[in-house]
């Protein structure tokens, strides 16, 4: 089920290709809503150690419910995800995670999946040449190793996430600022990304936690185009969703229905503006 904003046709029908940029989250956004994230692939088979498994489960249990409750003061939230991911991170520390592990891991990860239509999209993008910004708060090293396993990781498009960081082959820490999923709005794109996005000023956001909206400042989130997949506490969650984001996503839709709505996702003949009626 999709439900759009009346004013969608409108506000998208003279963005052509070259106006437009796209910037999205990765878990369970452009991957499906009941894969793994890319902080849950190692606990899904014989990677690592029982006893990172149970660490990272019984970190997952506690904070998991804190970040899908909207009725949380920010705040609190906020300081809640700050300590999930830095335990987190610990534990890789802790458990000397090896970082020919990560590259096994992806090979065998059957949980992690996309949703139907994200390869197409992500190819279509790259063929008319639209910058793709994922802004994630999991893993970058499996985000690229996934967008390498499917062929899809194009010079178009840019990790901003965490990438852990490994010395002599064992993590050691995370390269940069640590992104959980409260603070994607303090991640500053670098300047060799900004210059892609020069008269871009269409913006296409995807995401799947109503802090995603984040990813891009106030002032141009009014202009932007905001796609917003709902597919947990979606009762306790669709007024909010419905009044954040333009299209609201429900029942495990994918990209090629999405693109029924907005034929801005794939279309692979680029013109400089569209009729979508
Ligand atoms: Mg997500």
């Given at each position: ?125 790259y063929k008319r040449n639209i910058p793709v ?16 396993l499917h062929g899809c990781y194009f010079d ?122």
């Amino acid at each position: 089920m999709i439900i759009c904003k009346d004013n969608i046709t409108s506000k998208i029908k003279y963005w052509g290709d070259s106006s437009i940029h796209v910037v999205t989250d990765f878990d369970r956004t452009l991957t499906i809503g009941e894969s793994e994230s890319s902080w849950g692939i190692l606990s899904t088979g014989d990677f690592v150690s029982p006893e990172y498994i149970e660490d990272r489960n019984r970190l997952y249990k506690k904070y998991r419910p804190i970040e899908i409750d909207e009725t949380m003061d920010w705040e609190k939230k906020n300081q809640y995800m700050i300590e999930w991911w830095n335990k987190h991170i610990s534990l890789f520390i802790k458990y000397k995670l090896k970082e020919e592990v990560i590259k096994n891991a992806i090979k065998d990860v059957k949980i992690m999946r996309f949703r139907d239509g994200a390869i197409e999209m992500l190819k279509s993008f790259y063929k008319r040449n639209i910058p793709v910004i994922i802004i994630s708060a999991g893993i970058g090293n499996f985000i690229e190793l996934f967008l390498k396993l499917h062929g899809c990781y194009f010079d178009n498009i840019f990790i901003m996430a965490n990438f852990i960081k490994f010395e002599e082959g064992i993590a050691v820490g995370i390269e940069d600022m640590v992104i959980h999923s409260l603070n994607k709005n303090e991640v500053s794109l670098p300047d060799k990304i900004l210059d892609k996005l020069k008269n871009r000023n269409n913006i296409i956001l995807m995401g799947d936690n109503s802090s995603d909206i984040n990813m891009i400042s106030e002032e141009k989130r009014k202009e932007a185009l905001k796609i917003g997949f709902l597919e947990e506490n979606v009762l306790e969650n669709k007024s909010l969703y419905e009044k954040i984001y333009d299209v609201v996503c429900m029942d495990k839709t994918n990209f090629k229905e999405l693109n029924k709505v907005i034929p801005l996702l794939m279309k692979d003949v680029s013109n400089e503006s569209i009729n979508i009626n």
